[in-house]
Structures are given as C-alpha cells and as structure tokens.
C-alpha cells in the first residue's frame, strides 16, 4: 500500500519505525478524527473504508510510515496520539527547517472500518502533503470533512458528508461530493468538482463556494436531492469557468454567479422544473461569455452577464418573460426571439422587453459582441 517518495530530489530511503506508527481507535467513542503534521515533511494521506482480515473490523486505523535520508535524522520524527472529548487526535513532528540533505516523506493511511456507516469529522492539516481517497467512500457519511495542504493535490472519490472544507496552496482540487455545503479554495490549480448536493443538517440553502487563482474551475451541480435550491459562487483570477448545473424542484429561490478575470466563462443552467426564483451573475474582463439557461417557468428570473473587451453571447429559454437590456461598445449586438418588443434598436444597443413579466436580463461588454436569443425549449440552442 505504501510507496516511496518520487520527486526531483533524490528518494528518503531509510525507514523510521517509533512508537504509534500504527495507532487504532474506536470510532464510536472517539467519533472526531485530527491528524497534523508539524515541521518540514512531503508526503502523502490516504482515507479508506475499509477492514483488515487481520485486526478488529470494528476498530478504525491511522498508520504512518516514515522515511528519511539521513540516519540521524530517525530521532526527530515524533507520533504522539491524544484521546480527549470524544476525540481522536494524531500529530507527527519533525524539524521545522531542512538541512542541506535533510528530507523527510510520510505515507499515511486513515481507516475506517466498514461496520461504521457515519462518524462525526475528519480534520487533516499537512504541508506538502497530497490528500486522496483511491476507493468509493460514498457508503460512510461524514457530517464535517476539513482538509488543509499546500503545494500539493486534493484527489477524493465519491465523498458523502454534510458539510466540505478544504484548502490547497500550488495544487489542484478534485473529487466526487454528496454534501450539504462545499467550500473548495486553491491557488495556482485548477478545480475539478461533481456535485450532488443534499438537504443540509441546519436546515439552511445549499452553499458551494469554489475558489482558484491563476488556473479554472469545472464543476456539474445537481439539486435533486434537495429542495431547498442552491447559493453558488464559483471565482478565479486568471482562469476559465466551466459551470453545469441542474435545478430541481425547490422552495426558494437559486444563485448561480460565476466570476473571473482574464478567463472564459461558460455555462448551462437547467432551472426550468425549479418553481423558484433564479438570479445569475457571469462576469469577466477579457474573456467571453458563452451562457445557455433554461429559465424557471412562471417564476421571476434576473440575469447579468457581463465582460470587457470580448464577446457575450447569452441564450434562454422563452419561459423569459420580462426585459432586456444588451449594449456593447465599438461592436455589434443582436437580439433574437419571438415576441420582442423594442424600445431601442440601434448597433450597439437594444433595449425592450419579450411578453409580459417581471424578469430581467442585462448583456453587456465594451470592445466585444454581445448577443441575446430566445429559444424555444426543448430545441438546442444550435437550432434555428
């Protein structure tokens, strides 16, 4: 199961075996799980649902494997376990500054047993330290999941949990989620994220926040198993934005905003069967826009999509019924549909409403084409 290190320097060979490097516990006393390092190590955190033939299926696991280069460098390294309030927690230690030919790499596995079906949370802080799950942990509920890392990747599958937090620095995040809340922050990488959300357990709306730097973001969103909506707000400096989501029946209203700089931003929105409000914001500057949104049915929809010196093209079904508002400036606009009533109809601007409501849209860039269709739903937004 464990691996030695790989990387551009040369590979700690020699193996520290201490006391608690291999450290049980009991999941129902102990429903709360810390694991930190502290110092200067690399290395990599493994969760699993899982039992050994060999030990007690009841009994959940941390095991750390340690290595290092340099013989004297095995007294520095420290594992010391602590078991207060219903609260597991494990901390490794080593030296807080590298020497010259000093490295030390960790290999981590944190186990539960598949006799347990939910346990409170799981927090990991690690630096240089990657966080996976390799199997499907969709069978073991996990009310609070937190995870803090840096210069390093976040990889889960499938995780089922009620609320989600996890922080990377120079590292990509991705991962399979059924969670109430999700809260994704990295920089400089990218997020890659499926979404299932589920009625959160404080009864509020269903909060995403994704958040990156210097890279993009692509996440698929479905509300199906909520009906409480959804409050989405997805941002990057400098990167793309790739947003799919689907709205299910709800009894409140929905946001979808995506925000970025120096980055496209692309999205589908299904909230036709919602029955609630939806608000969406996709803003940009230099980068286009390119949003496909089939509206709430009978229901208020308001819209802003809006970049600097790039195109927007924005299309929605015509359940819209409401006003309009596209404008460009040094480029063309255009607006599209059946039912359009216009107030003004110049180049670069296009004022007016399409029926009779309160919903709005408002399309705008300086430099860039801007266009709005109205299509009939259940065509494709290709088809005439």
Request: proline share 3%; net charge negative.
């Amino acid at each position: 199961m464990f691996h030695y290190f790989q990387g551009n320097l040369s590979n700690p060979d020699i193996p520290v075996r201490i006391p608690n490097d291999d450290t049980s516990f009991d999941p129902k006393e102990y429903p709360n799980v810390v694991f930190v390092a502290n110092g200067k190590l690399a290395g990599k955190i493994q969760v699993a649902h899982s039992s050994d033939s060999e030990s007690d299926n009841t009994s959940g696991l941390i095991s750390v494997r340690v290595w290092v280069m340099d013989e004297k460098d095995k007294n520095e390294v420290t594992i010391k376990p602590s078991f207060n309030n219903k609260t597991f927690t494990l901390v490794v230690e080593t030296p807080a500054h590298w020497g010259v030919n000093t490295r030390i790499y960790h290999e981590t596995l944190i186990q539960y047993p598949t006799t347990l079906s939910s346990t409170e949370s799981l927090s990991v802080e690690s630096p240089l330290t990657s966080f996976n799950a390799g199997e499907d942990l969709s069978n073991l509920f996990i009310k609070s999941l937190k995870g803090s890392f840096s210069n390093s990747s976040v990889s889960l599958k499938s995780i089922y949990a009620d609320r989600v937090q996890l922080r990377t620095q120079n590292g990509n995040i991705e991962g399979e989620f059924r969670a109430g809340h999700v809260d994704l922050k990295s920089s400089n990488g990218p997020i890659h994220a499926k979404l299932i959300l589920q009625d959160a357990l404080d009864d509020r709306q269903s909060t995403v926040r994704l958040n990156t730097s210097n890279a993009s973001i692509d996440t698929h969103i479905s509300t199906i198993n909520t009906a409480r909506g959804l409050r989405l707000d997805t941002n990057s400096n400098n990167g793309r934005l790739i947003v799919g989501a689907l709205l299910a029946k709800a009894d409140r209203a929905s946001w979808v905003n995506a925000v970025t700089n120096n980055g496209k931003v692309e999205c589908n929105i299904d909230a036709s069967l919602s029955g609630q409000p939806l608000e969406v914001k996709h803003e940009t500057s230099n980068g286009s826009i390119v949003s496909s949104i089939m509206v709430p049915v009978n229901e208020k929809f308001k819209g802003f999509c809006r970049s600097s010196n790039a195109s927007v093209e924005v299309n929605l079904t015509e359940a819209f019924h409401g006003r309009f508002e596209v404008d460009t400036s040094n480029a063309s606009s255009a607006v599209e549909g059946t039912e359009l009533t216009f107030e003004q109809d110049k180049k670069t601007t296009k004022y007016g409403h399409r029926g009779d409501g309160q919903s709005e849209i408002k399309v705008q860039s300086s430099n860039g084409r801007v266009s709005l269709r109205f299509y009939e739903t259940g065509k494709s937004t290709s088809e005439p």
